[in-house]
């Protein structure tokens, strides 16, 4: 089927397509809204881009991302310094910090252990949270990797990687989501619910 763009506009297509979420289907309909829109969202958002491509770093204390390094959570004086979270993911510290679940410091790993993909303890930021926890001040790690398989397999070798150490390792609670209704819910999150449950 013959192209009915020219080469600039299909190449804006196909980098579309690559985000998560958008499919051909969906990147065609967003380059066109952003061809539309020139001077409102297309020009805007290609300087915003070269913005972040010049001074996005990643946080030398914990991973995330910042124009500063360490980043403003690692500089933010509020914050409890003997209260570690590890994630998996900049994603994730995002999803708990727009939840005000804590006020700790993050540690970032960069992915989880997968032995089918090839990813291995090598291949995230552990020397970082081993040394972060070495240096003292640290009285809690809390785990919280997602309720998968590579993510408890990834809980259970931190654990193990972190008993020399006088730290409390935690992981995030699984189970019935707030206002989740029994009858929709999985076996899997029954199962853990049913085996995490509290005192009333």
């Known amino acids: 089927m013959a192209s009915v763009t020219g080469p600039e506009i299909e190449r ?5 397509a690559k985000l998560p979420g958008l499919g051909p289907r969906s990147a065609r309909r967003a380059a066109l809204h952003l061809v539309k829109k020139r001077e409102q969202i297309l020009g805007p958002l290609a300087d915003a881009m070269q913005v972040a491509r010049e001074r996005i770093l990643v946080c030398d204390s914990c991973g995330n991302i910042d124009t500063l390094s360490p980043c403003t959570l690692c500089s933010d004086p509020k914050r409890d310094n003997t209260l570690l979270i590890v994630v998996e993911d900049v994603a ?7 939840a005000g679940a804590t006020a700790g410091r993050y540690h970032v790993l960069g992915g989880v252990l997968a032995a089918l993909d090839g990813i291995g303890p090598k ?15 640290i009285k809690e790690v809390i785990l919280a990797l997602n309720a998968t398989v590579d993510g408890q397999t990834t809980a259970h070798y931190i654990t193990d990687l972190l008993s020399p150490y006088e730290v409390i390792v935690t992981k995030l609670a699984h189970g019935v989501p707030v206002g989740g209704e029994l009858d929709y819910l999985d076996e899997g999150t029954l199962t853990a619910a049913m085996r995490q449950r509290t005192a009333v």
Request: net charge negative; hydrophobic share 55%.
């Open 12 to 16: 804006l297509i196909q980098l579309l």
């Open 92 to 98: 994730d510290l995002w999803a708990l910090e727009r």
């Open 123 to 137: 291949d995230l930021n552990l020397d970082g949270l081993v040394a972060r926890v070495a240096s003292g001040g």
